[in-house]
T-cell receptor
Framework: DVKVTQSSRYLVKRTGEKVFLECVQD?????MFWYRQDPGLGLRLIYF???????EKGDIPEGYSVSREKKERFSLILESASTNQTSMYLC???????????????FGPGTRLTVL | AQSVTQLGSHVSVSEGALVLLRCNYS??????LFWYVQYPNQGLQLLLK??????LVKGINGFEAEFKKSETSFHLTKPSAHMSDAAEYFC?????????FGTGTSLTVIP
């Protein structure tokens, strides 16, 4: 059974703290993704990675960075957390599909981050 | 530009009634199409997907969806709603190494 795990389900941090969100997949997938989910806005892509040490900005990368040192692990970093980064963060992974399409994305359970 | 439109951010049905959740998309190439379900405080779970071949696809929990190229639609249906179907549903499209999600439809099932 496929599995994507995220380091925390709930996290509370203070403004200005550096925050690390970890994601691990056990499916040997090349592609990994970080999204944030807010009511009324759906899922918005922050960053994705298509290979170790490779990354691409998504729709809302400002205030975030990522790291992918190993194929199975993709980390999201909030360099200096702010209250507007309070959100649900979802990690996903996928294998490449045919014709340059991403295949099914498998999601972790999410991390609900609150920044005070 | 690619877009995914889910008509109706909230849908209510009676238990036992037909569930119909609508999804339309725009795409310049044949896409992959997906439906996901999200229960409260959980991640998204794949319900079903269409890549190629048969345009009527069956998924988990009795759901199915039909790809209609001429209408650029991929509507999700279930003949008889159960209370356990209450959740958020997302339509998604994959093309040219991009993945696009709709904004979601919240399904309420009335006993």
């Amino acid at each position: 059974d496929v599995k994507v795990t995220q380091s925390s389900r709930y996290l509370v941090k203070r403004t200005g703290e550096k925050v690390f969100l970890e994601c691990v997949q056990d499916m040997d997938h090349e592609n990994m993704f970080w999204y944030r989910q807010d009511p009324g806005l759906g899922l918005r892509l922050i960053y994705f990675s298509y290979d170790v040490k490779m990354k691409e900005k998504g729709d809302i990368p400002e205030g975030y960075s990522v790291s992918r040192e190993k194929k199975e692990r993709f980390s999201l970093i909030l360099e200096s957390a702010s209250t507007n980064q309070t959100s649900m963060y979802l990690c996903a992974s996928s294998s490449p599909g045919a014709a340059d399409h991403f295949d099914t994305q498998y999601f972790g359970p999410g991390t609900r981050l609150t920044v005070l | 530009a690619q877009s995914v439109t889910q008509l109706g951010s909230h849908v209510s049905v009676s238990e036992g009634a037909l569930v119909l959740l609508r999804c339309n998309y725009s795409s310049s190439v044949p896409p992959y199409l997906f439906w996901y379900v999200q229960y409260p405080n959980q991640g998204l779970q794949l319900l079903l997907k269409y890549t190629t071949g048969a345009t009527l696809v069956k998924g988990i929990n009795g759901f199915e969806a039909e790809f209609k190229k001429s209408e650029t639609s991929f509507h999700l249906t279930k003949p008889s709603a159960h209370m356990s179907d209450a959740a958020e549903y997302f339509c998604a499209v994959s093309e040219r190494n991009q993945f696009y999600f709709g904004t979601g439809t919240s399904l309420t099932v009335i006993p």
